[in-house]
T-cell receptor, first 115, second 114 residues
Framework: EAGVAQSPRYKIIEKRQSVAFWCNPI?????LYWYQQILGQGPKLLIQ????????DSQLPKDRFSAERLKGVDSTLKIQPAKLEDSAVYLC?????????????FGSGTQLSVL | AQSVTQPDIHITVSEGASLELRCNYS??????LFWYVQSPGQGLQLLLK??????LVQGIKGFEAEFKRSQSSFNLRKPSVHWSDAAEYFC????????????FGKGTKLSVKP
């Protein structure tokens, strides 16, 4: 079974620039999550999608971050404009809600450095 | 406020020794609790989870964890550590009974001495 795919693996940008990350969840997984993991901290949920609808975006800095999941499959997370404090690993995860033994699968992440 | 605390930032144990990683949580209702492991360059992997029932749960790779409601704790244990267990370990609580909408602790880095 293919895992959660994320790209790019690494990204270096200057502050005030824009950046986008892409995630392809496991086939058939209805729920998709984006997490931000700053160095030395645990992951923090940014947004949760159920199919193509937003379930929870309470921790998403909406003045600069946006995310979409068109057609309920792939998702993109965008930062515009980026700040130094956005340097982090951005993790995508997916799960099949409703399954008897639901399990969350994480991608390897995109490491963002803002200079 | 809901939160997860992992008091130990870094722990070093000798190979073959026992291990206990501490986790305390703050959550209003009965929590869904998880332990994840993150190795360098790899994604987070679920070790075990607790929803209800038996308070001692078994996970993969020989790990187990015990839920103690009176102490608001969910400590991770392993009787004999292997060098390959060196990694970062995260405790998490699920919001609203979710398995994916998680609040993570800051993690404990485990080093293993030969």
């Amino acid at each position: 079974e293919a895992g959660v795919a994320q790209s790019p693996r690494y990204k270096i940008i200057e502050k005030r620039q824009s950046v986008a990350f892409w995630c392809n969840p496991i086939s058939g997984h209805a729920t998709l999550y984006w997490y931000q993991q700053i160095l030395g901290q645990g992951p923090k949920l940014l947004i949760q999608f159920q199919n193509n609808g937003v379930v929870d975006d309470s921790q998403l800095p909406k003045d600069r971050f946006s995310a979409e999941r068109l057609k309920g499959v792939d998702s993109t997370l965008k930062i515009q404009p980026a700040k130094l404090e956005d340097s982090a690993v951005y993790l995508c995860a997916s799960s099949s809600l409703g399954a008897t033994n639901e399990k969350l699968f994480f991608g390897s992440g995109t490491q963002l450095s803002v200079l | 406020a809901q939160s997860v605390t992992q008091p130990d930032i870094h722990i070093t144990v000798s190979e073959g020794a026992s291990l206990e990683l501490r986790c305390n949580y703050s959550y209003g209702a009965t929590p869904y609790l998880f332990w994840y492991v993150q190795s360098p360059g790899q994604g987070l992997q679920l070790l075990l989870k607790y929803f209800s029932g038996d308070t001692l749960v078994q996970g993969i790779k020989g790990f187990e964890a015990e839920f103690k409601r009176s102490q608001s704790s969910f400590n991770l244990r392993k009787p004999s550590v292997h060098w390959s267990d060196a990694a970062e370990y995260f405790c998490a609580v699920g919001r609203g009974g979710s398995q994916g909408n998680l609040i993570f602790g800051k993690g404990t880095k485990l080093s293993v001495k030969p």
